[in-house]
């Protein structure tokens, strides 16, 4: 890294998107309040900004949206910028979530949200129950009799013997008149029926901001509606002065999502019709299990290529970097119910996202969010940050959040926001705004220089972890059972009833916040990225970006990628050690790779390449890993690692999870690895300054410490010279982070 970038970063044009706010346009916009605001952000360094327009509160945005006048404001911002050889991004929709186009898109009901229930109704002994029967998709069943073959045409009910489960032939229980078969069952033991509806919800009560992001057409129709109005105003600056787009908290509203196209592709990947067995997606037991592992993976497919890549191709055509945040990023409850398969869902994102809301420090979404990324090979995250923070956030504060998401794998900051006006219920708006009206206003140049730095040493590199995660994603489909009482947006949402999911979705995060706590960093790989990684020299490498890993971990992975399994086995021929954590893998994501798996899992057991532990026992955990990893920084002496009071969410959904409350002391670091250089980063989260000692090895000379919000450069105190590196002594505030940067 250069010094003098380091000392004068507002001067290199490189980081002016470090800082890229959302610029929230909630009054009547004049032409010369636009200029003047523009000029402010000027002048504390922040040359990006993204207007978004919000109408909440009833105090909101006064103007038309993508008419004339509102190009006519976005034309002010665009001149500006030109002139002043700055960047703009476009925030593709007026207020939340992406894709409605000022809901004018969800006022046709074929592109609203499809979705199921199934109604579970109690059949007792002896008694006649009697159901009009309908095909799966609602249609009537005129004109069938006795020759026809049912077990062709998926219907809306099933009715299973409540004891044993077994499904009984309903044909053998119809009676046919003038309309059809109709239904007259009675049996001698209590069965249960599973009636099945396809649903679409009225515009007025809750369908207007409720997209099939699962149907492309539906997809198609907002970029028509939105990208190519963009495009016919602005397009002759798109990849100069306007550079990204900003698609916000997408997500399935409802349990169960559908679309007219879902059957179709289910067959193409799993070879059977999902209409004859979506219903045993609600109930439990292993074998119902694998449907739902089938069933989500399809929707995270149809979300993923269906919405995002579609949207990306498009900015791809048009010379636009695409950025999304998603919903519920925080745990693998939220990723299964709101995605299908949160971490797939980053593969067509130039820049990936998250959002952070509240002031609290120690949430896993930002490691989540940073491990998609990765995984894919993407070289640039941005984290959506202080909404809900409170008008009462201070610079400290700001500072020390800023350092976390960096920390977490986070490179630009997206300020929530900088509000055009505060006046009245505006001020209420998921506040603060951290422009003028902030009372810290006068120290935003000092932020923003900070930003620009921690950019600088952590991008164009790569983040140098030392284990290798593979995330149970498919094991958490295969034990959630939906909830079909709750869409979004609530304190104390739909629990988890499973005990198994509990158990998953809990222990993944206690384990994780456990190695970040002993400062063993990881990265994570999934389902859709394990052909990125691959085994050389006794380490498993991340081919798109270099990273190198020398533990592998599969924790609570009961399901496992035949893929993931074989890599697995590779490593373990070449010396590699495995860690598992309360499952030896059993089953592949596809039953026919179960055989496969439990074969490869019983080799590397029987040879001890792979060792299982308990989930409760994280202490054995750490100290293998410590045996198995290297540690080219160490903290000697002092305070060794951090607590977080809050290492994991309670078996329910939030929406959205506000981490306002959560807390995190103590000294963590990361290492980032550039131009042959370490940079690590470390932060106190106390409430009082620390002083530590570290083991630095380097080739190197005497490792030097960059300050992240001074910009000074000094040479470390050295307290011993040892063969492979030096003992430093690191003073730490807590109220920013200090690099220690040597030779690698």
Known sequence: MKKEIWKHPKQESSLDEAEVPLWFWNAKLEKEELLRQLNLQTEIGVKATNPHARTENGAGYRGGYLDEEWF???????????????KMWLYDEIDWPAGTCNKTITRDEKFREQYITIDRIPVPEGKPFRIQLRTFEGAGMFGMTPETDYAKIPMNIHILEEETGNAFALSEYFNYGIF????????DRDAVAYVTRIHVDPYEYGGDESVNYLD???TDAFLKSTYNKYFEQMGEDFGGTVTAVFNDETRMCNAIPWSREF??????RHGYDIRQELYRIILPGTENGRIRVDYYD?????????????IHSWCEKHNLKFFAHLLAEETLFGHVRYSGDYMRQNRYQDIVGADYLGKGIGSLNLKFTSGAAHSYG???????IFAGCGWDLTFDEYTRMITFAFQQGMQTIINHGFFYSAEGERANDWPPSEFFQWKYWNRQSEGNDMIRRLQYAMTGGVNEADVLAYLPTETMQMHYIPDQNFTHAFSYGAFLRDEKAVRVDR???????TMLSANVDFDLVHRDAVGNFAVRDGSIINITNGQQFTALMLPMCEVLPLEMARLAKVFAAEGGRIIAVDDIPAFGVNQSEDEEVRRIMAELYDRGSLTVYSSDDKAAILKTLDERIPHPIVITKGVKGTINHHPAYPSYLIDPYMHTGEEMTGVQFVRYIKEGMRNTLFMNYGNDPETIEVKVQTDGGIPEIWDTLTGDIRQAEVTAEEEDGYIIRLQLPCSHGLFVVSKC
């Open 72 to 86: 006519s404001n976005m034309r002010t911002v665009l001149d500006y910028k030109k002139e002043h050889g700055e």
């Open 298 to 310: 399809t929707v995270a497919y149809l979300y993923q290529t269906r919405y995002f890549k579609r």
């Open 507 to 513: 222990e993944i995060q206690l384990l994780f916040q």
């Open 378 to 384: 993407k070289n640039m995250t941005a984290v959506e």
């Open 263 to 268: 059957a179709e592709v289910f067959r193409e």
């Open 180 to 187: 059809g078969p109709e239904l007259e069952f009675r049996s």
């Open 216 to 218: 492309k057409d539906a």
